[in-house]
């Protein structure tokens, strides 16, 4: 069975108008993938589909070779998802915020301080694991999200503008500690931004403009001899 991403011809409507249409592309288990388009082509809708906030009855969508329409809580136990908006405990430490959503997932005892404790590795944080989360800059909480995500070793992770609000160099901090996920954990991710420094030549790229796929294969290929934000720009029509 696949461990990686799978969108099939999804199409999905708000009443008369179509956010998606006639969507695919795979990825494959352990890539990174950008999900590159500007605000309102269609990310979040799509997020909303893999995460079943919404679903269609138009298209397929699997997770990890589970379909999410046929077999949602299967899908779903194999993917972590890092929202835009914060969803953490700002009360809470960071530990006690990794312990609440291990419990969720209903793990304890040794096994759940055994992934917390890995979790908070990965991602650099571990010293700071007794710190409450409004004690936290940006990049820490963001990170702190991140190994959230981790704790029930999905397959497939989604991460939807994760950097929004960063400064630059915790965005840099971010992507690189992702793009280790990949290449130490094999973990497949979709990263959705709209932010073209945030994706590298070796990333598979995924560009969406109102709600079609525009482009699909290597940046680095599709980009050619063009900056990425040019290329992009061309691409969508988008004013500089």
Known sequence: MSEGLRVADVTFRYGAKTALEEVSFDIAPGRFAALLGPNGAGKSTLFGLLTRLFTTAEGRIEVAGHDIARAPRAALARMGVVFQSPTLDQD?????????????????????????????????????????????????????????ALIHAPSVLLLDEATVGLDAASRQAITDHVHRLCAEDGLTVLWAT??????????????????????????????????????????TGAPA
């Open 92 to 148: 809470l430490t960071i530990r006690q915020n990794l312990g609440y959503f291990a419990a969720l997932h209903g793990l304890s005892g040794a096994e759940a301080r055994g992934r917390i404790d890995a979790a908070l590795d990965r991602l650099a944080i571990a010293e700071r694991a007794g710190e409450r989360v409004r004690d936290l800059n940006g990049g820490h909480k963001r990170r702190t999200e991140i190994a959230r």
């Open 194 to 235: 709209h932010l073209t420094d945030e994706v590298r030549d070796s990333d598979r790229l995924v560009v969406l403009h109102r709600g079609r796929v525009l482009a699909d294969g290597e940046c680095g290929a599709l980009r050619g001899d063009a900056p990425l934000k040019d290329y992009f720009l061309t691409a």
